[in-house]
């Protein structure tokens, strides 16, 4: 008999995209009309095409392909030297990190997960509530929690809440913890991380010896002069973080794919013998080992955002999905909800009406409005009561969404 993985088995509470693809499925049966009129602003994907210096820079990668002289195989495991310098000279100028800190991955999703390879078992894990859920369900797969309980939450896990009293950064946890998973700016809350906030994270860390696995996903979209962009702008962070970031939401790379993690080689853990071991050599031989280097023509492609052209067509991106976050915004706040996030993050985080649950609301705005949002309570306990509205649409979308929250909330 082959034996399975029993964990997988764990993770059948509280699924929320199906659960939110089946409602809609049941109500565009029942209303065929309404069904029409549908906009859909749940799922975190980029709905605007990919900037033409990267379409240009990918067709010239696949013509070199093309040509025996200018032919390319396997690629570096960890990324090409041109890549990794244009993420340093573009993302990270002045903050300490080396091209070879940088790996090149095919997407944040799996690099949050896979790094999971590296940490042995028994360590105390700490995760925001609400959180993106990849960060709960790998590490049940990995068999680092417990069963779940009737609200979700996995046995072993330390949930970390963020609501509206802690402007949803989470309180330093008076127990000691080896790793931290913090999203800034976040996703599902759209809220952003001040510098002080982010230094006494890091004095945690370092006092606990525990690691943070900084996930930047949303870095681009940040407004205000004053919020971080970069872990690494915090003094020490090179000694207890690490750092994700994807070309998935700066540059509408969802379907292309390329992503990248940054490990100081500063950043060390404990061997079982209790020896202190560089993080660094270990992803590195375990990238070098299970992946085959992101593709060619896609790693040109990202390389082209950092061009002058490049540059101009993300920011368009950025400040076209930032425009629908302040319509969006701006629309749940004269219906007189309390709005977060938004500013430096393209989701918008809306408490419900007094009353109404999550996914309370969810049915409210399927069935009135026509429009589907994310129920908070799926992101996470913390997250009832609360629910999200996505950024990523057309500007005509948004406006009429704004419509029909200023008709039916
Ligand atoms: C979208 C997103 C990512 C990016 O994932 P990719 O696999 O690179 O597309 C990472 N983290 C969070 C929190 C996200 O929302």
Known sequence: MARLNDNFLKLKAGYLFPEIARRVRVFSETNPEAAK?????????????????SRKAMHEAIDELGNRESFRGYGPEQGYEFLRQAIVDNQFAGLGIEADEVFISDGSKCDT???????????????TDPVYPVYVDTNVMAGNTGEADENGAFEGLVYLPC?????????????????????YPNNPTGTAATREQLQAWVEYARANSSIILYDAAYEAFIQEDDVPRSIFEIEGAHECAMEFRSFSKIAGFTGVRCAYIVIPKALKGTLADGTSQAVHPLWSR?????????????????????????????????????????????????????????VNAPYVWVACPKGVTSWGMFDKMLEQANVVITPGAGF????????????????????????????FL
């Open 37 to 53: 009129n549908l906009i859909r602003c749940g799922i975190g994907d980029v709905t605007e095409p990919l900037p033409e210096a």
């Open 113 to 127: 997960g896979n790094i999971l390879d590296i940490f042995g078992p028994g360590n105390v894990i700490a995760i």
């Open 163 to 183: 609501n509206a009293d802690n402007n949803f950064v989470p309180a330093i946890p008076d127990q000691k913890v080896d790793l931290i998973y913090l999203c």
């Open 286 to 342: 375990r990238h070098s080992t299970k992946f085959n280097g992101a593709s060619y023509p896609v790693q040109r492609g990202a390389a082209a955002i950092f061009s002058e052209e490049g540059k101009a067509e993300t920011q368009a991106l950025i400040e076209h999905y930032m425009g629908n976050a302040k319509l969006l915004r701006e629309a749940c706040e004269k219906s007189g909800l309390a709005v977060y996030g938004g």
């Open 380 to 407: 996470g306990a913390a997250g009832e009561g609360y629910f999200r509205i996505s950024a990523f649409n057309s500007r005509a979308n948004v406006e009429e969404v704004c419509r029909r929250i200023a008709e």
